[in-house]
């Protein structure tokens, strides 16, 4: 079973940037699109972004089209989010996980890591 641990959160100020980091082990990591969710207080787990095995392809929430990029590396089995211009309503536990084959890229496949915690100050 893949195991999943992000790492890169922190407290930043509104208008900041961080860079997430997910490295997977333990598992089948190749082969399969990638996502990441977030999951504020009080609030389900909201998917973000994700992209395809060869990383051509990605796809974007409303919430951080435009803001963030989601990107890979199959060698080091890591996923990535590049997250600019943070907001308050971006503070969450922010997971990465597989993304099951349904075709909506939306919906997450398998166990969850432990999450990163974001926090944006304004």
């Known amino acids: 079973q893949v195991q999943l641990v992000e790492a890169g959160g922190g407290l930043v100020q509104a208008g900041g940037s961080l860079r997430l980091s997910c490295a997977a082990s333990?598992?089948?990591?190749?082969?399969?699109?990638m996502g990441w969710f977030r999951q504020a207080p009080a609030k389900e787990r909201e998917w973000l972004a994700s992209?395809?095995?060869?990383?051509?392809?990605?796809y974007y929430a409303a919430s951080a089209k435009g803001r963030w990029t989601i990107s890979r590396d199959n060698a080091k089995s890591a996923v990535y989010l590049q997250m600019n211009s943070l907001k308050p309503e971006d503070t969450a536990v922010y997971y990465c996980?597989?993304?099951?084959?349904?075709?909506?890229?939306?919906?997450?496949?398998?166990?969850w890591g432990q999450g990163t915690q974001v926090t944006v100050s304004s």
């Open positions: 996980n597989r993304i099951a084959p349904d075709g909506t890229y939306r919906r997450a496949f398998g166990s």
């Open positions: 333990g598992g089948t990591f190749n082969g399969y699109p």
């Open positions: 992209i395809t095995w060869s990383g051509g392809i990605t």
